[in-house]
């Protein structure tokens, strides 16, 4: 059980490859939001629900098994895989592996869009799915995850 499963809650708020582009990289799609500003928003829901959001972004899939597993010390994983969703078997199988709650967060419809984004291997491991709602997604995100560690707890 996480260390802190008794107190108030810690989640992971990991983002994927380009995400860190985010505000630059192709606005009509992702917005005008940056990565910080993302990050201190979900921050800042969390200390309103007395949850501790801890922000790890990279664009290497190795690393983010590793802060994967390192979340199994934590309550809670809110993840946009970015492309690596429709890809990656390494970290479907990192999400599957620990029995942290996981809750994907894309920032586009995925589905409106090229037919490669359609396929998902991290979805079906997954707790809550949410996709199309712009980056308030990462706050829905949040408060979905809460309601999955709740629900454990209870
Ligand atoms: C994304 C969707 C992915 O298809 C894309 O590769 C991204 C961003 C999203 O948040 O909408 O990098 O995960």
Redesign the pocket.
């Known amino acids: 059980m996480p260390e802190s499963a008794s107190s108030r809650p810690t989640v992971l708020l990991l983002n994927?490859?380009?995400?860190n582009l985010l505000g630059e990289r192709d606005p009509a799609q992702?917005g005008a939001t940056t990565l910080a500003d993302v990050e201190k928003r979900v921050t800042d829901l969390g200390a309103k629900l007395g949850v501790s959001v801890e922000c790890a972004q990279s664009n290497h899939e190795g690393v983010l098994v590793d802060h994967i597993h390192r979340a199994r010390l934590l309550d809670g994983i809110v993840l946009?895989?970015?492309?690596f969703?429709?890809y990656s078997i390494a970290l479907r199988d990192a999400i599957d592996a620990v029995d942290t709650p996981c809750v994907e967060?894309?920032?586009?419809n995925?589905y409106a869009?090229e037919p490669f984004?359609h396929t998902s291997v991290t979805a079906p491991v997954v707790q809550g799915y949410i996709?199309g709602c712009g980056v308030a997604g990462y706050e829905l995100g949040l408060r979905a995850v809460l309601h999955r560690i709740e629900e454990a707890r209870s």
């Open positions: 994927g490859p380009n995400l992702y946009n895989p970015g492309a969703a429709h967060v894309h920032i586009s995925v869009r984004r996709a």
